[in-house]
């Protein structure tokens, strides 16, 4: 029950959090010199930065 229950939370956070990525690209264009970057560029920097900072919250709880 409990793994189940966790297993759809994490699948509604991860959903939401492509969701708020994709919207953030849309609402919040970066602009280098005279040109936007792309919306998948964008995306995909949000995400690597959840991932990097996922990674380190994960050596920090295992660790200590």
Same mark, same amino acid.
């Given at each position: 029950?409990?793994? @189940?229950? =966790? +297993?759809?939370?994490? @699948?509604?956070? +991860?959903? =939401?959090?492509?969701?708020?990525?994709? /919207? /953030?690209?849309?609402?919040?264009?970066?602009?280098?010199?005279?040109?936007?970057?792309?919306? /998948?560029?964008?995306?995909?920097?949000?995400? @690597?930065?959840?991932?990097?900072?996922?990674?380190?919250?994960?050596? +920090?709880?295992?660790?200590?």
């Amino acid at each position: 029950g409990w793994i @189940a229950f =966790h +297993l759809v939370v994490l @699948a509604f956070a +991860l959903y =939401h959090s492509y969701t708020w990525f994709s /919207s /953030s690209a849309v609402v919040m264009p970066v602009k280098i010199g005279d040109r936007f970057l792309p919306r /998948s560029t964008v995306i995909l920097l949000n995400v @690597a930065g959840m991932i990097v900072v996922s990674i380190v919250v994960f050596v +920090l709880f295992t660790t200590l």
